[in-house]
């Protein structure tokens, strides 16, 4: 290759360790080279002068008899709080749609709550009664009820994508972690309750294992602790529902590399999908 690499850096790294001796000479990654022999470097040696000792005086003798010391009186014991009254527990009361007996009563009842302000329309679940395979996308592009997502470019790439899996467009569903279009950014106290929401709504449509697309999908329903590129793909439960996150699909439509990615990488880590 034509190019030149300037390796001056590395070269001082490595010779400033080998000085060290055969004992702390450590390679880093990516390389992954075995622990050579190295010859210690020959210090030149550095005279040295006698340091002068100190004269040590000693220590004046005392005498011995000792002066008697007044007892110490322990101090009175008071107490840090008084007449504390305990913080009274408070209760919250549990959400109507907590307490919904259909799929039906569900989505009548979380349109009322606050988080989407009396919404008239919502995204709703779209697929066959308990499905194979549940595709959690974050929110909807846009609220059209003629409208199918398996039938948008992305969802036929889903599709796709599962059938080489042995996985049906029959036997996929699809729902949204927020269901009003466009997303809006959501603090960490409404990602909470859409999480509530979501086990509800599961409760109901009970699939075999369901599958979420993107990192931000991805730290909302798993956890801001979590780290997306090492899980990807990996075997993981959601309320009792086995889960697994991939990338974002609108983006993978249109992106080689990232459906590469998940060819490659992200699906075989998980056991959840047919070879």
């Not at 969802?155 to 466009?182: C, D, W």
């Amino acid at each position: 290759m034509s190019e030149e690499f300037d390796f001056s850096e590395l070269r001082k790294y490595l010779q400033g360790q080998m000085d060290l001796g055969d004992a702390e000479v450590f390679f880093d990654e990516p390389w992954t080279l075995t622990r050579g022999k190295s010859r210690p470097v020959a210090r030149p040696a550095v005279p040295t002068t006698p340091r002068p000792q100190p004269v040590v005086q000693p220590a004046p003798q005392q005498s011995l008899q000792s002066t008697p010391q007044p007892a110490i009186q322990p101090a009175p014991s008071i107490p840090l709080f008084e007449n504390v009254a305990p913080r009274p527990v408070v209760k919250r009361a549990p959400s109507a749609f907590e307490s919904a007996e259909s799929l039906e009563a569900f989505y009548t009842q979380i349109a009322s709550e606050s988080i989407y302000g009396g919404a008239q329309s919502l995204a709703r679940y779209e697929g066959p009664e308990h499905p194979e395979l549940l595709l959690l996308m974050p929110a909807p592009v846009a609220l059209d009820p003629q409208s199918k997502f398996m039938n948008s470019a992305t969802g036929e790439m889903l599709a796709r994508l599962f059938a080489s899996l042995h996985i049906e467009q029959s036997n996929i569903g699809v729902t949204y972690f927020y269901k009003n279009a466009p997303a809006r950014a959501l603090s960490p106290l409404l990602e909470t309750v859409l999480r509530k929401m979501l086990a509800k709504e599961l409760s109901f449509i009970s699939p075999k294992f369901m599958v979420t697309f993107g990192e931000s999908l991805f730290h909302q329903v798993f956890g801001k602790g979590k780290s997306f590129s090492d899980l990807a793909g990996c075997d993981m439960e959601f309320n009792g529902v086995k889960a697994t996150a991939l990338a974002d699909a609108n983006a993978m439509t249109n992106d080689k590399q990232l459906k590469w990615v998940t060819w490659k990488v992200h699906i075989p880590r998980s056991t959840y999908f047919k070879p």
